[in-house]
């Protein structure tokens, strides 16, 4: 079954700088890669997502890339504020499968 | 719409006891996940429901763990003979279509706590 590394587990940056996530995955039928946020006592919410089909996607302040050569894919935030600090997840599965989280990255981003 | 509802929101059994925890999803969703999180710890899976097929219950940790969803839409999540370890915070999501992956949507989860 699938397995999704999530490297670092925890990453502090100034406001203003740019932040990195990045995972890797091990099923290459893989095809949906979404990122998800969890603030502090809440529910984690879809941020961005990419699919196969593509290798990147930018909303806004924040962009995922996919490299599906290497199964790897990352998240990138620039200009950081304060409230961009939470428990960022990636994911990966495929159509019809379960989705599969990575361990997760907490972000601090110091005013 | 109201988002995914997940009932209650804590509880505080003694080790040993039974727990049933409830997830509304929403409405029209075909698809269903149930995930655990420890303190501080990622999403760990547990079972997966998809429309009309076999759910995938290849997360279940024990035996004393099983789910049901009953008319494709509410679930529970049963604990048996609840031990300490099972103390942790059991997230359901749910999204549209169980043949595509789209969007999960989480609800806020259940604390569960066992003494």
């Known amino acids: 079954g699938e397995n999704v590394e999530q490297h670092p587990s925890t990453l502090s940056v100034q406001e203003g700088d740019s932040a990195v996530i990045k995972c890797t995955y091990s099923?290459?039928?893989?095809?949906?890669f979404p990122w998800y946020k969890q603030e502090l006592g809440k529910g984690p919410q879809l941020i961005i997502d990419?699919?196969?089909?593509?290798g990147e996607k930018k909303d806004q302040r924040i962009a995922v890339t996919l490299n599906k050569t290497a199964k790897h894919f990352s998240l990138h935030i620039t200009e950081t504020q304060p409230e961009d600090s939470a428990v960022y997840f990636c994911a990966a599965t495929s159509d019809t499968d379960k989705l599969i989280f990575g361990t997760g990255t907490r972000l601090q981003v110091f005013p | 719409g109201a988002g995914v509802s997940q009932s209650p929101s804590n509880k505080v059994t003694e080790k040993g006891k039974d727990v049933e925890l409830r997830c509304d999803p929403i409405?029209?969703?075909?698809?269903l996940y149930w995930y655990r999180q420890s303190l501080g710890q990622g999403l760990e899976f547990l079972i997966y429901?998809?429309?009309?097929?076999?759910?995938?219950k290849s997360g279940l940790p024990s035996d004393r763990f099983s789910a049901e969803r009953t008319g494709g839409s509410v679930s529970t999540l049963t604990i048996q003979r609840t031990q300490q370890e099972d103390s942790a915070v059991y997230l359901c999501a749910s999204s549209l279509d169980a043949t595509v992956n789209t969007e999960a949507f989480f609800g806020q989860g259940t604390r569960l706590t066992v003494v």
């Open positions: 099923d290459s039928a893989s095809n949906y």
């Open positions: 409405s029209g969703h075909t698809a």
């Open positions: 990419i699919r196969s089909n593509v």
């Open positions: 429901f998809q429309g009309n097929s076999a759910p995938d």
